[in-house]
């Protein structure tokens, strides 16, 4: 009779590391410490917007409603044009996302895969685009969108947030990163420049790109101070101009203030859990490459 026997499992050699040290404790609760402090505003919104309006104003205060309503939230969509914010907000970050990715990734194959007389030069200027405050822009580019008849319209919201010097910095470091063997593999089957930016650059880009359009998506939807600036006309307001409106008009109706801030703020909150992944990887990958 046979006997079997089963291979036994050599000991790690060497000392074995903990699964928990120090360092890894402190950075777990750092980082709950950070998410609590996070979502504690959050959270103090959402249930404000719940109470009822009388209730917002007692003392003690008190976490948990007494008794829950969206009274809030339907006066808000009744009252005010809050479907026309969120319509002209979609509008605006859609088109400046999608033309700023376009004009970026133009510009960031221009510095990193082209040479030509001034590059250098121009390279250096569109950095130091990077440090100048959009403030300082303010008036020209208003008398620039008076000038062009582009006041109280899309184009005159969108237009001045297409360049982004930093977004073109961020791809034209990420193009750096890939091979040239790529691109000289579709010049050798006769393709154009063009067509070597859409099917090669483009593609292997991908967790970048998606990376920097859910930036910029973000930051055109935030954006405040110049649809601000540049619309006089309540139909063309976007969700921060209008939310501020509310808040002026509405007074001391918090539980209203709350509901317009929980609406504005929840197709963020919706995009980025959705892309989440590749605003990592992407993030990452720039990190990497760069």
């Given at each position: 009779m046979t006997t079997i026997t089963m291979p036994t499992r050599s000991a790690p050699s060497g000392p074995v590391e903990p699964r928990w040290t120090y360092p890894k404790v402190a950075s777990v609760v750092g980082a709950v410490i950070l998410a609590v402090l996070w979502l504690v505003p959050l959270l103090w919104a959402l249930d404000t917007s719940l109470k009822p309006e009388p209730e917002t104003t007692r003392a003690p205060i008190t976490w948990l409603p007494q008794a829950p309503t969206v009274e809030a939230y339907r006066s808000v969509i009744e009252q005010g044009d809050l479907i026309r914010w969120f319509l002209n907000s979609t509008v605006v970050s859609v088109l400046v996302t999608g033309l700023t990715l376009v004009v970026s990734v133009l510009a960031a194959y221009g510095f990193s895969r082209t040479h030509f007389p001034?590059?250098?030069?121009?390279?250096?200027?569109?950095?130091?685009?990077?440090l100048v405050p959009p403030q300082v822009l303010i008036v020209p580019l208003f008398q620039e969108m008076t000038g062009l008849g582009l006041v109280d319209t899309y184009w005159g919201i969108v237009l001045p947030q297409v360049v982004a010097p930093v977004m073109v910095f961020v791809l034209k470091k990420f193009f750096d990163g890939?091979?040239?063997?790529?691109?000289?593999?579709?010049?050798?089957?006769g393709a154009p420049r063009w067509r070597i930016v859409w099917s090669v650059m483009v593609p292997m880009s991908r967790p970048i790109l998606v990376?920097?359009?859910?930036?910029?998506?973000?930051?055109?939807?935030?954006?405040?101070?110049?649809?601000?600036?540049?619309?006089?006309?309540?139909?063309?307001?976007?969700?921060?101009?209008?939310?501020?409106?509310?808040?002026?008009?509405?007074?001391?109706r918090y539980a209203q203030i709350m509901a317009s801030a929980v609406l504005g703020g929840l197709p963020l909150l919706i995009v980025y859990a959705l892309f989440q992944r590749h605003v990592v990887r992407g993030v990452g990958d720039a990190g990497i490459k760069g």
């Open positions: 001034g590059r250098r030069v121009l390279f250096g200027l569109m950095i130091a685009g990077i890939i091979s040239r063997d790529y691109e000289d593999a579709a010049r050798v089957d990376a920097v359009g859910i930036f910029t998506f973000i930051g055109a939807w935030n954006n405040f101070l110049w649809p601000f600036i540049v619309t006089t006309d309540p139909s063309m307001m976007t969700i921060p101009v209008g939310l501020a409106n509310v808040q002026g008009s509405y007074g001391l």
